[in-house]
């Protein structure tokens, strides 16, 4: 017995003009040179349509036609301490530093385009930061009843101690 599937009109035009994707917008995906990647995604399977919208880009256009609305502040407001910070931090992540994050912080440290970073840089995967494991966490023990509890402080309960 064969099963014939049928695709609708639209997805038939699609395929034949080549309207599908072959690659899934995301952000850090440096598909682009802006310095903030943003990807907006509306996506209904009940209409079988995505919209897609690289935020970054239309943002970089809406600037260029409002400059007295926008500014570019070379420092890292810090809200925690109320301060500027002028200097890239260290990587700090458990993971390796994303390709896009590092070259965009190349380009800042060195004072150049993120186009040129990639282009030089592309190659030199060893020198990326690499990651730091978080510590153990230190439980907290805590008397409930008058037995002892230790409680992990990211989340749930450990075993009962003495």
Avoid at 55 to 70: G, R, S, T
Avoid at 121 to 128: C, G, I, N, Q
């Amino acid at each position: 017995m064969v099963t014939e599937t049928r695709l609708s009109p639209a997805i038939v035009e699609a395929l034949s003009i080549g309207a599908l994707p072959d690659v899934q917008w995301k952000m850090h995906d440096d598909l682009c040179d802006c310095i903030y990647q943003r990807i907006g995604m509306w996506t209904n399977p009940y209409l079988a349509e995505t919209l897609e919208v690289r935020m970054c880009c239309i943002w970089a256009k809406l600037y260029e036609q409002f400059p007295d609305q926008v500014r570019t502040i070379p420092a890292f407001w810090d809200y925690n301490r109320e301060q500027w910070v002028t200097e890239p931090a260290e990587w700090n992540g458990e993971d390796e530093m994303p390709k896009p994050i590092w070259y965009r912080q190349l380009a800042r440290q060195q004072n150049r385009s993120v186009a040129d970073i990639r282009i030089e840089y592309a190659a030199k995967d060893e020198l990326r930061p690499k990651g730091a494991p978080k510590p153990e966490p230190v439980p907290l023990f805590v008397r409930f009843g008058g037995e002892w509890v230790a409680i992990n402080l990211q989340g749930g309960f450990g075993e009962e101690g003495t």
